[in-house]
């Protein structure tokens, strides 16, 4: 990372849903040519030239950092001033390195526009919470995107039992790290590193999980970076208005320290009025589907238009069409595509997905996210199901592509939907692969990936299952908080019946 600070690049991390990692990857190399790309589950490590307004643009991840710190998980020992210490070395560690790192943050934001990209970013938690929820119309939202904002870093970490403090014990821990940290002087006769141009406020954000968070507390942490910091550098602790804001994440797999880029996560899309589908997940579904200049896309259920929007967005040459029964769920698509100037780009039609007013072999891509919330739902009929996907595979064309996501449980009814095709049980998506299996990406393509560093990648089944003249062309597991889901892809061989 340092031989890269020296050539003027940085090295960054960005959070990530679970199971999006692979996909994130393979993003920031195409967008912003990035090397030494790493992955560890809720994370992606890259080094980068990228100037700000393109990192901004990463569309698979949800949060950006500036990396600081990234070593091997802090070794867990039942005496806790051993561990403080060992914490406080991560400061004391290499202070010029520091200081160029910061210097790097500085440049990329200017000195005059930090705090309103970085500084606020957890300023009002509650109030932002409180704004995020009036944006939500319906309950599905509602469950969605709360959720999800809320949990996002949490789930990331994979197996793990995350220890986060509520918004409201997150504020308190920063009252009690203020309070030990107004006078470092008192603990320590250390002269502090003073550089006129790089003194300034600051604040430490702490989450950690695993073993250390049943030895440390998030203030405990807090405390012992935020007064290391200030004998370090005799930077000021200021908890409402810092002029930088540093991130701790303590887990079993590393220890990282990193300096947020934004103030609000990469997943907030400005351009969408009312949320419903986690953006990253339809970004990541939208990848898949092999969307280029001048074809047809076709999501019959559209909803409030998430993917539709993803993927204008990114693929603007396409035309796109959206469909859905619900007259309100066509409004609030109507007013996310009007905020986001795609009037001329997306067209809407009411429309069951069981009898679509389309001809048949008509669409190039077919992309959906098939119910599954509270308010809407498709229900465990596989007959159902069946006749939505015979409807999807009528409106599209041969060698066209079909990208579902689907709860557990329309997961494991596909998969009585294809062995009732197929007659064969030995095609089907094995249990076990399901729960173990990452998420795998392509290339746009549609070739398989190679491996991406550390994350396993490989499909849930190996094996192509047909259905009708639909083939089977990959499983993705993937996190919306606290359910999972599975993105699905089929490649159409051939003529619906023949």
Request: charged fraction near 25%; aromatic fraction near 6%.
């Amino acid at each position: 990372g340092q031989a890269k600070m020296a050539a003027g690049g940085g090295r960054y991390f960005c959070t990530a849903g679970r199971g999006l990692e692979p996909f994130l990857a393979r993003e920031v190399r195409a967008r912003l040519g990035a090397t030494e790309v790493d992955c560890v589950s809720g994370k992606v490590f890259f080094s980068t030239e990228a100037e700000l307004g393109d990192l901004r643009r990463l569309r698979a991840g949800e949060r950006l950092f500036l990396l600081l710190k990234k070593h091997p998980p802090l070794a867990v020992s039942r005496n806790k001033g051993k561990m403080l210490h060992e914490l406080k070395s991560l400061v004391a560690e290499e202070p010029k390195y520091w200081l160029d790192v910061i210097s790097i943050w500085r440049k990329l934001h200017g000195c005059e526009g930090k705090k309103d990209d970085v500084s606020q970013e957890n300023q009002l938690p509650l109030k932002r919470k409180s704004e995020e929820e009036t944006t939500i119309a319906t309950k599905r939202q509602e469950t969605e995107q709360v959720r999800e904002t809320a949990s996002e870093e949490c789930q990331a970490e994979a197996g793990e039992r995350c220890v986060v403090p509520e918004r409201k014990s997150d504020q308190d821990c920063r009252t009690e790290s203020k309070t030990s940290l107004e006078d470092p002087s008192t603990s320590s006769g250390q002269k502090p590193i003073v550089n006129e141009q790089l003194s300034f406020s600051f604040r430490v954000s702490c989450r950690c999980s695993g073993a250390i968070a049943k030895i440390l507390t998030s203030q405990e942490i807090g405390r012992a970076v935020g007064i290391a910091l200030m004998k370090q550098f005799g930077w000021r602790a200021d908890l409402r208005d810092p002029d930088l804001e540093l991130f701790v994440h303590l887990n079993d797999i590393h220890s990282v320290v990193g300096i947020p880029l934004f103030r609000l996560p990469l997943a907030n899309r400005e351009y969408i009025k009312t949320a419903g589908l986690r953006s990253t997940v339809a970004w990541a579904m939208a990848s898949l589907a092999e969307i280029s200049a001048g074809v047809f896309v076709l999501d019959p259920m559209c909803g409030l238009g998430t993917i539709l929007l993803e993927a204008a967005k990114e693929w603007p040459e396409a035309c796109y069409w959206g469909a859905d029964i619900s007259d309100s769920q066509l409004e609030g698509a109507d007013v996310n595509i009007r905020t986001a100037g795609l009037m001329d780009k997306i067209e809407l039609l009411k429309a069951s997905v069981k009898a679509l007013p389309l001809p048949s072999e008509s669409f190039d891509t077919v992309i959906s996210d098939i119910p599954f919330g509270k308010k809407f739902k498709i229900t465990k009929d596989i007959q159902l199901l069946s006749d939505i996907l015979q409807e999807m595979e009528r409106v599209l064309r041969v060698g066209g592509t079909i990208v579902l996501l689907l709860s557990r449980d329309l997961h494991k009814c596909m998969d009585g939907i294809t062995q009732c095709a197929e007659n064969d049980s030995s095609n089907a998506i094995s249990d076990g692969a399901t729960e173990t299996a990452a998420a795998k990406a392509l290339n746009v393509d549609g070739n398989s990936s190679s491996l991406v560093n550390g994350v396993k990648e490989s499909f849930l089944s190996s094996r192509q299952t047909h259905f009708g003249s639909l083939v089977l062309d990959g499983v993705y597991g993937v996190s919306l908080g606290k359910t999972d889901a599975f993105i699905h892809k089929y490649r159409k061989i051939s003529s619906a019946g023949n």
